[in-house]
């Protein structure tokens, strides 16, 4: 049986990639594909890092699972009457291992079921040490003095990447030499906001006081600066060169994981949790809509024989499915397609779009109805992007891969009754939850999820 390295990146964009075709400079990123290939259209099953995992780490759509509710409510759990790939991989002899700096991805959320090792990497410089090993501990401070955008007491200052990076590559090394195969999952967040790379990866002649100033100011007033319709006030291209930073960064430390891989008997998976609004639409973050700037991620696979279109349609439980089948692994909760035998003509994205953090500084902020406010469930297609709440009370289509509506009735219709249909074949009354406690509802304001 294969290994499976499962590589997921906060939100990770597909066009600011090279794989795109455009600019995007994420050199060791292009050089795997190299060796398996890339899709240029995977589309992410929520805009969300607890929706999107837990379809990753279930091989299922969040219809199944369940977790796609409003993120200042609780910090989801997946239904213990789900079976992660996690515990399903190691009821056939894998072991198992993940790696996560996301606190959505942790022990506290329990999406650390089934692995037989788990480290959840904090935020907390104290708390990140003390997960660290003895030699780790030793590269720690050279390794924050190398990696700094600047010296000070934000701990987003400093980036972790490259020692997460190492812990991931001698985690396959140890696991390389072991008999049984193992499955290793690895989730990046140094891409999410704020941005604040480290200093090698931006120009000379930026100052960076300046570019402090401007990110943190753009991360902490977010909600409120879209709320009150000021986002004239952010500089679009200083972000977006941010958030262009981070991904050269990360793409880096990528290549000390692949340099202790056996790609021979090795699936490796690379790919986005979801997208990131970078100004379109005058949104930032992801949040509200689930445009292709948020759902449209790379992917790149290797290890399976995948033929045909590269621009074909695909989802994160579509690879988890095509793997188990590939290696003759039982698993009947898997959802998606066998991307080896079938195609896919459209894809599902969940998610829960709330107006409550914009609200709170503008009660005006959604009195044309612009925004969905629920549980929303959205098809994208070739010929349109159709979006209705989960309660079918309302709908919009528009132009794929744009936010112009679309006036087609038989596109809608059509499209509409895909949704039913994918909804009557996946759909479960599944909605688990936690309370989140005081420690983990502080990370997740750092992360601007709590406005």
């Known amino acids: 049986?294969?290994?499976?390295?499962?590589?997921?990146?906060?939100?990770?964009?597909?066009?600011?990639?090279?794989?795109?075709?455009?600019?995007?400079?994420?050199?060791?990123?292009?050089?795997?594909?190299?060796?398996?290939?890339?899709?240029?259209?995977?589309?992410?099953?929520?805009?969300?890092?607890?929706?999107?995992?837990?379809?990753?780490?279930?091989?299922?759509?969040?219809?199944?699972?369940?977790?796609?509710?409003?993120?200042?409510?609780?910090?989801?759990?997946?239904?213990?009457?789900?079976?992660?790939?996690?515990?399903?991989?190691?009821?056939?002899?894998?072991?198992?291992?993940?790696?996560?700096?996301?606190?959505?991805?942790?022990?506290?959320?329990?999406?650390?079921?089934?692995?037989?090792?788990?480290?959840?990497?904090?935020?907390?410089?104290?708390?990140?040490?003390?997960?660290?090993?003895?030699?780790?501990?030793?590269?720690?401070?050279?390794?924050?003095?190398?990696?700094?955008?600047?010296?000070?007491?934000?701990?987003?200052?400093?980036?972790?990447?490259?020692?997460?990076?190492?812990?991931?590559s001698r985690h396959v090394t140890g696991l390389e030499r072991r008999d049984e195969p193992y499955f290793l999952f690895a989730h990046f967040n140094e891409t999410h906001r704020p941005y604040l790379p480290p200093r090698q990866f931006l120009s000379d002649s930026i100052e960076i006081d300046e570019v402090v100033s401007e990110s943190m100011d753009f991360h902490e007033r977010l909600y409120e600066i879209i709320g009150q319709g000021e986002q004239d006030t952010i500089d679009t291209d200083l972000i977006q060169m941010l958030y262009e930073a981070e991904l050269r960064h990360v793409d880096a430390c990528l290549e000390r994981v692949f340099d202790a891989v056996d790609f021979d008997d090795t699936v490796v998976v690379v790919t986005g949790d979801h997208g990131e609004f970078l100004g379109e639409y005058g949104l930032f973050g992801h949040q509200l809509f689930a445009f292709d700037e948020v759902i449209n991620v790379p992917l790149v696979v290797t290890g399976l024989d995948i033929e045909g279109d590269p621009d074909q349609y695909v989802q994160h439980p579509d690879v988890l499915r095509t793997f188990f089948a590939a290696n003759d692994i039982e698993f009947e909760q898997a959802q998606g397609i066998d991307l080896r035998e079938e195609s896919r003509t459209d894809a599902v994205t969940c998610w829960h779009s709330s107006t409550k953090f914009f609200?709170?500084?503008?009660?005006?902020?959604?009195?044309?109805?612009?925004?969905?406010?629920?549980?929303?469930?959205?098809?994208?297609?070739?010929?349109?992007?159709?979006?209705?709440?989960?309660?079918?009370?309302?709908?919009?289509?528009?132009?794929?891969?744009?936010?112009?509506?679309?006036?087609?009735?038989?596109?809608?219709?059509?499209?509409?009754?895909?949704?039913?249909?994918?909804?009557?074949?996946?759909?479960?009354?599944?909605?688990?939850?936690?309370?989140?406690?005081?420690?983990?509802?502080?990370?997740?304001?750092?992360?601007?999820?709590?406005?």
């Open 359 to 451: 609200t709170e500084h503008n009660s005006s902020f959604n009195d044309d109805g612009s925004y969905f406010d629920g549980y929303v469930l959205g098809l994208r297609a070739p010929d349109g992007h159709y979006m209705r709440s989960r309660d079918e009370d309302r709908e919009m289509l528009f132009r794929p891969g744009t936010n112009t509506p679309l006036a087609d009735e038989a596109v809608r219709d059509r499209l509409s009754s895909r949704l039913n249909a994918f909804r009557d074949e996946t759909e479960r009354d599944t909605t688990v939850s936690k309370a989140q406690d005081s420690d983990a509802e502080e990370r997740l304001r750092d992360l601007g999820y709590l406005g």
């Open 1 to 168: 049986m294969q290994n499976l390295l499962w590589i997921s990146i906060d939100s990770f964009r597909l066009d600011f990639t090279s794989l795109s075709g455009n600019e995007g400079d994420t050199p060791v990123l292009s050089r795997l594909a190299e060796r398996g290939r890339s899709f240029s259209n995977c589309f992410s099953t929520g805009i969300k890092t607890p929706t999107s995992s837990a379809s990753i780490l279930t091989g299922t759509y969040p219809t199944y699972h369940g977790i796609y509710g409003p993120p200042d409510e609780f910090l989801p759990e997946i239904d213990e009457s789900i079976t992660t790939v996690a515990e399903r991989l190691r009821q056939v002899g894998y072991r198992t291992s993940g790696v996560s700096r996301n606190i959505w991805i942790s022990e506290k959320s329990g999406f650390d079921r089934g692995f037989d090792e788990f480290v959840w990497f904090e935020q907390s410089p104290k708390e990140f040490y003390s997960k660290l090993t003895i030699w780790e501990k030793l590269k720690y401070p050279v390794s924050m003095v190398t990696n700094r955008l600047k010296f000070g007491k934000n701990a987003s200052f400093y980036s972790t990447a490259p020692l997460v990076a190492d812990r991931v």
